[in-house]
């Protein structure tokens, strides 16, 4: 029984933290644009994180998702534009439901991040089923798929389509389609609608209405992950801000409306922390118990990080709400958070069809 | 990162499972001698005080040992492992890290063998969540100490057989942490009185205890005197995981879930409505996060981390879980849900109704939900105290 993390996986934390202090601190996430930050991707490449779940024959360092969960919480601690959630959904999709020679083809240059993964699942952005998939076809595509993660970062895009009664995965060259960018209230989340007019795809593999699950689950998971960093960042600028204004004569943290609330704060992320490292590591360890355990962990934190991302902000009072000041990066974090691979009712609803009722 | 048990750990749980195959019987069917049988078995197997020291008749388990115990016995839905709950609780390993040799042979074997119960005098009448303010005084006479002044909320005061009492020995403090001294008292010394109270649900648990010119020989004192702050802290810190509570919850939770199951609203069964089942499925992601949140600071524990207040957490889940399930349960089934024990339309024999009158001795008991938030914003998160 060890519900925690190895030496190694405490150095890659450190490592993954330092990037993050030095390479990507708010001050540059800011200045993000939707465009691919080529020089962090290039050291998020060369520390092997792209690589981190594809398997060693495929060029990668052959980890599970429980070490990527590391990187995924120091990331988004820090608000991170990188698309490491998609790349890894690429190189997880992959490597589940293609045949060798896609493996052999793109495991690799995912791997070594030269090609950079956009995802589009469903097209429907409130129903996460089969049906919400709406853009057909696999050998030629026409026709427009929406809500493409990280779209306009991405040189490539793995887009969800349907034929007669089979879903496919199918990957596209950024180039080969049309990308609107779409404008989102979160900047580091950038989507992009892709329209396709007789594209030929690079490659093509049917998945199963239960690897599509897997990686969705797989989603949100990833976002979950994002999320812990994200809110303990949050609760630890308003503690700190608590801390240090003073009104009526007190730090404002003194009182029990304030420290309650972030008292409470801490509670939710201890618990949705938890429910995601179990999650994280049923991934690859115990899939059976994934459904479950990644309905419990996201239907928590969506509710949880969207109340935080609001507090944090409240709970500055006016200084909260300007451009200047952080907090309000991560309530446009949290708003993400909550509909990004379903959101806290989708994820009940599941959790109580799985329980038995 | 794994949740596997070693082979000697799962031996043990093998063992566990076995020993409660053959010596538990169904509820119904455990008649009048059985429970003392049971204890008599449970202390054979050094399952009472099952974290204690070999030396002190405890049964020196390992803290994944006593999770796989805990959680084995709540599964099970068996009894207590002793008539003391405070006794086995705090009394015993209060005395195990403070007590002096003799009160150690005097009263640990006792509280295993469950002769004796226990009471916990701490809260008077002005001193509840500010519990380091209580006057109770007690005055040092030649090799005694003369006891006056009053507790209040002693769970178990109406049977208990002893009282571990926090008195005051020094007024003129400048911490009011400091003078405070802990005495073991015999419930039947001469100038106690014990006035039950009724609570909410008709139980008469817990008392008024008075103490009036009370007299208790200075071998009773536990630790130093002036330093009995210590001893109730480390005392209550010796609660550790919460894995056979959550086993409860998760029990319960399918109780409430067949609940719906067989409940209608408006004519429809409740289980297709959408509110109902997300209702469920809340108080599962919740007793899940209590689940993995204890097996994290669990896994703190083995690792020798040292644990800060984390425990508040799942302190307050459970508070706010023991409100809400039972409340539910009311709410769901109408004015059905209400009826107590004894009416022919009682929900479950009136379960619920009875229950939902039950949780402050939880939730209330050992630090209200605002005092834990106070703990964890002020020992975790730093922030300034009231």
């Excluded at chain 2, 197997?45 to 040992?65: D, H, N």
Aim: glycine content about 10%; hydrophobic content about 40%.
């Amino acid at each position: 029984m060890d519900f925690g993390f190895s030496e190694e996986q405490n150095l890659l934390r450190e490592q993954v933290l330092r990037f993050m202090t030095e390479a990507c601190p708010l001050s540059v996430v800011r200045t993000q644009n939707g465009a691919l930050p080529r020089e962090l991707w290039r050291q998020a490449a060369d520390l092997g994180w792209l690589a981190l779940i594809v398997p060693e024959a495929y060029g990668g360092v052959g980890l599970k998702w429980i070490d990527l969960a590391v990187v995924l919480e120091e990331t988004g601690r820090g608000l991170s534009p990188l698309p490491i959630i998609s790349q890894a959904l690429a190189a997880t999709a992959i490597g589940r439901s293609a045949g060798d020679g896609v493996k052999g083809e793109w495991l690799p240059r995912i791997a070594a991040g030269e090609a950079v993964f956009g995802v589009g699942l469903y097209d429907d952005p409130t129903w996460i089923d089969p049906q919400g998939i709406r853009l057909e076809g696999v050998r030629t595509l026409t026709g427009a798929k929406r809500y493409v993660s990280d779209a306009t970062a991405a040189t490539h895009f793995l887009l969800a389509t349907r034929t007669d009664d089979e879903l496919n995965l199918v990957i596209v060259d950024a180039n080969h389609a049309t990308l609107t960018a779409q404008p989102g209230i979160d900047r580091t989340k950038p989507f992009g609608t892709a329209t396709l007019d007789g594209v030929a795809p690079l490659a093509a593999f049917p998945i199963s209405a239960d690897d599509l699950a897997f990686l969705t689950d797989c989603g949100a998971v990833a976002v979950t992950l994002e999320a812990i960093g994200a809110a303990e960042a949050v609760l630890e600028l308003t503690t700190e801000y608590a801390n240090n204004r003073i009104q009526f004569d007190n730090p404002i943290g003194k009182y029990q409306g304030v420290k309650h609330r972030l008292a409470d704060m801490f509670v939710d992320i201890e618990s949705f922390k938890s429910l995601a490292y179990y999650a994280a590591w049923a991934i690859d360890e115990a899939p059976d118990e994934l459904p479950r355990a990644a309905s419990l962990a996201k239907a928590y934190a969506s509710d949880a990080f969207a109340r935080i991302g609001i507090d944090g902000v409240g709970l500055h009072g006016a200084i909260g709400f300007t451009a200047e000041y952080d907090a309000q990066l991560y309530l446009k974090r949290s708003k993400w958070v909550r509909s990004a691979f379903g959101d806290a009712d989708y994820h009940y609803q599941r959790a109580a069809a799985i329980g038995g009722l | 990162m794994d949740f596997d048990f070693t082979p000697e750990e799962q031996a043990f749980r093998a063992e566990v499972r076995e020993f409660l195959a053959e010596n538990l019987p169904p509820r119904a069917e455990r008649g009048r001698g059985f429970m003392g049988e049971w204890l008599k078995q449970v202390r054979n197997r050094r399952w009472v005080g099952f974290s204690w020291p070999e030396e002190y008749g405890g049964g020196a388990g390992s803290l994944t040992e006593q999770a796989i115990l805990k959680e084995e016995m709540a599964l099970a839905g068996a009894p207590p492992l002793g008539t003391s709950f405070m006794g086995l609780a705090w009394v015993g390993p209060g005395i195990i890290q403070y007590g002096t040799d003799e009160q150690k042979q005097r009263f640990i074997p006792d509280i295993l063998d469950s002769k004796v119960n226990w009471c916990t005098g701490y809260s008077e009448p002005n001193h509840g969540s500010d519990l380091a303010a209580i006057q109770t005084k007690a005055e040092r006479v030649g090799d005694h100490y003369r006891v006056n002044g009053q507790k209040i909320w002693t769970t178990g005061a109406p049977w208990a057989d002893w009282i571990i009492l926090l008195t005051r020995t020094e007024f003129e403090v400048e911490r009011k942490h400091d003078g405070i001294t802990c005495l073991l008292v015999p419930m039947d010394s001469p100038g106690i009185e014990v006035r039950p109270i009724e609570n909410m649900a008709g139980d008469r648990n817990f008392a008024e205890v008075f103490f009036t010119d009370v007299q208790v020989p200075v071998e009773n004192r536990l630790g130093e005197e002036g330093k009995g702050w210590a001893v109730t802290i480390s005392a209550l810190a010796n609660e550790r995981s919460s894995i056979g509570e959550v086993t409860q919850m998760f029990a319960k939770l399918e109780s409430l879930k067949n609940l719906v199951r067989s409940t209608t609203r408006q004519g429809k069964p409740a289980a297709d409505d959408p509110a109902v089942r997300r209702r469920i499925a809340e108080f599962e992601a919740k007793i899940a996060a209590m689940k993995y949140n204890g097996l994290r600071y669990l896994t703190k524990q083995l690792r020798g981390e040292p644990l800060s207040s984390e425990t508040s957490v799942n302190k307050l889940h459970r508070a706010s879980l023991e409100i809400e399930m039972d409340d539910f349960a009311l709410e769901l089934t109408g004015l059905a849900g209400v009826q107590l024990p004894g009416s022919e339309d009682a929900v479950d024999g009136g379960r619920w109704a009875r229950s939902s009158l039950g949780w402050p001795g939880v939730v209330i008991g050992g630090g209200t939900p605002n005092i834990q938030r106070n703990i964890i914003a002020e020992r975790i998160l730093g922030l300034p105290k009231d």
